[in-house]
């Protein structure tokens, strides 16, 4: 079920794909946004932030919070992350967790595990054609989120959960750049065929090329374990 956050940020999503909110314009104050929403401050400021990782939004300090319309962003001005850790360092963690979820995964070869995988890509696709970001980035979390619980090591799995809120964030950032929204999901059509192929070398190589095409696409850069 969605969170409130995550509904907020939805609602927030049209208004400005709907040019309520047009690009290069500020948001109304926070206290005024909260009670037309209906929502606490808290759930606000987690909405925004969810909006500003997809680059929907950017923060000014001082100022308010403005209407970015997709821009690109870089490297240096991308929005904090949770405990303000750097998004290289969280690519260069989920490099290391990552391809081993996912090569186990496939060598599991999960029925249940498989048609979750196949439902989030399904979600994900019918997001991105209808320009939601917010719920196609939801469904990248699911689809990473899944390739751990079935990978059969429940340390992984956790230690996967663990970071949830950090994997949530690197993942968003990609969506920013809008001449490439398609291609997590064409990324991850590779990793599934080579799940469900039972291969897990190819698993393994198709989530590392996933994460340094993301990483890519948003100019971060890591030193590769």
């Not at 090569?103 to 599991?108: K, T, Y």
Request: charged share 20%.
């Amino acid at each position: 079920m969605p969170s409130v956050s995550n509904i907020a940020a939805q609602t927030l999503q049209r208004r400005i794909l709907e040019g309520h909110y047009a690009a290069g314009t500020a948001l109304p104050g926070q206290r005024e946004l909260a009670e037309s929403l209906g929502i606490s401050r808290a759930s606000l400021r987690e909405a925004i932030s969810t909006l500003e990782a997809l680059g929907l939004l950017r923060s000014a300090p001082g100022k308010g919070v403005f209407v970015t319309a997709g821009s690109q962003v870089k490297v240096a001005d991308l929005p904090a992350g949770p405990s303000a850790m750097p998004p290289d360092a969280i690519f260069q963690m989920r490099f290391v967790i990552e391809p081993a979820n996912t090569a186990l995964a496939a060598r599991q070869r999960n029925a249940e595990g498989l048609d979750a995988l196949r439902e989030c890509m399904a979600e994900m696709q019918r997001a991105l054609r209808a320009s939601d970001l917010v719920t196609a980035a939801e469904c990248d979390l699911r689809f990473h989120l899944a390739l751990a619980e079935f990978s059969g090591n429940p340390a992984l799995a956790a230690m996967t959960r663990h970071f949830q809120a950090q994997l949530a964030y690197s993942l968003r950032l990609p969506f920013a750049d809008r001449s490439h929204i398609w291609q997590p999901a064409d990324e991850h059509n590779v990793i599934l065929a080579a799940v469900a192929a039972g291969n897990a070398a190819a698993a393994r190589k198709a989530m590392q090329q996933h994460l340094l095409s993301a990483a890519g696409r948003v100019g971060i850069r890591f030193l590769q374990p």
